[in-house]
């Protein structure tokens, strides 16, 4: 694709990389095959392609309009083009591109503007989220379906083991996990207990935080970096002292630390600190397949248990930004589940972070979508849902009444029935 960039952005970072990734565009069109908007509304603007030529227009012309923020604000992000571009287009970070140029040139105003400034100021603060949280699990057999949708039942995480492996990973809390679903780190601190890892967190002055991931999507590039910048200093002293890795539980975060190197490629002082923690980070079905030889001989310790039918609903995050596909599937395999068939795969749920609020009409169409995908209100439905994001779990939820859990959780569980055998 022939560009002419616009001398307000031609001779930048972000210029050079946009004029590299927009010449490698062919027009093939095989990236609206299997683009979830495009499917809904068959129109080019709503395809990765339609927004590449926004993107191209707006790069070249300086001029950015409320139809540009439209289209792109209808984009999940979910990145299953990348996954079906025969070219390389690294169409997400085009996208990023063209939202901060967007962000500085439409500003937003009414309760578009404010509903993206509350979540940008509350969800990442767990001092402000987790007593809210906490406030809506208690009334929330009052709140309106709508709220009570977003507000999971609280469930008992269980124990977390104590440290004393002598090999140490990393986990990230994450902004909204603790106070939504502390269940899922609890289960991933205790499968790796029995596999000889212990987890620790950054804690105190240096604690780490929300991953960026909620500013970058929310017009924040800048809030996004600097949550990066408090993440690489609470983590680097921990990969210094010894620990092996940064385990992710949420793919969600675990494709935006993997993405810190070319967020402050230009930070003259974080640069080399985010690269090395990019290469450190691994999701924690990553770390759990490379101890498969411990997990079997662990299981193969219990008696049969009875084989549940489980459907596993692989993350965008996980699938496409990490390109980790298969290895969950594997695992519950070997735990004695029964996995379901799944009809498009590919496509995302409709969650894509905060986009279920920002979107809610287009986002409960993939959600109902998604859920007759995996099998939901079919003759011979699974027992349980399983996936690899708290967004995606929630998501699901709200629109099933059958349980749906992150997969470490399922995991977690058949162990200790092995344990206790």
Wanted: proline share 5%; with cysteine; aromatic share 4%.
């Amino acid at each position: 694709m022939e560009t002419h960039l616009a001398d307000f952005i031609r001779d930048t970072t972000a210029g050079r990389e946009a004029e590299e990734i927009l010449r490698k565009c062919v027009h093939c069109g095989f990236c609206t095959a299997t683009c979830p908007t495009y499917q809904l509304f068959g129109d080019e603007l709503d395809g990765p392609r339609g927004r590449i030529y926004l993107i191209k227009q707006m790069l070249e012309t300086g001029v950015a309009t409320e139809k540009t923020r439209l289209h792109l604000d209808r984009c999940l992000t979910c990145r299953s083009c990348e996954s079906t571009c025969p070219s390389g287009v690294h169409y997400s970070r085009l996208l990023d591109i063209g939202r901060e140029v967007v962000a500085s040139r439409v500003p937003r105003y009414g309760m578009d503007g404010l509903t993206r400034s509350l979540l940008k100021h509350l969800l990442p603060r767990p001092a402000l989220f987790n007593p809210a949280m906490r406030l809506g699990q208690m009334v929330r057999p009052l709140l309106p379906a709508a709220l009570k949708a977003k507000v999971p039942e609280r469930r008992d995480p269980g124990l977390t083991p104590a440290l004393h492996h002598s090999r140490r990973m990393i986990v990230l809390a994450g902004c909204v996990q603790p106070a939504m679903m502390p269940g899922i780190n609890a289960a991933a601190a205790r499968v790796l207990h029995r596999l000889g890892i212990s987890l620790v967190e950054a804690q105190g002055k240096n604690a780490a935080g929300c991953c960026g991931a909620l500013r970058m999507h929310l017009d924040d590039a800048e809030g996004a970096r600097d949550d990066a910048r408090r993440n690489i200093d609470a983590w680097l002293p921990l990969l210094d002292d010894g620990c092996e890795n940064i385990v992710m539980t949420a793919s969600g975060c675990g494709v935006q630390v993997r993405d810190y190197a070319h967020l402050l490629q230009d930070d003259a002082r974080y640069a080399v600190g985010a690269a090395r923690i990019a290469l450190a980070t691994r999701d924690i079905s990553e770390v759990v397949i490379a101890e498969k030889a411990a997990l079997l001989e662990l299981l193969e310790k219990s008696a049969p248990a009875p084989r549940r039918r489980a459907v596993f609903h692989a993350s965008c995050t996980l699938q496409h930004g990490q390109q980790i596909r298969g290895v969950v599937e594997d695992l519950l395999a070997a735990a004695g589940f029964d996995l379901t068939p799944v009809s498009d795969p590919h496509l995302c749920c409709g969650s894509a972070g905060t986009y279920s609020v920002l979107q809610p009409e287009i986002s409960t169409r993939l959600r109902d979508n998604k859920l007759g995908g995996l099998g939901v209100g079919s003759d011979r439905p699974p027992e349980v849902i399983a996936s690899a994001n708290i967004g995606c779990i929630t998501h699901l939820q709200s629109g099933t009444l059958l349980p749906v859990r992150h997969w470490i959780e399922l995991l977690d569980a058949r162990l200790k029935e092995a344990a206790d055998v």
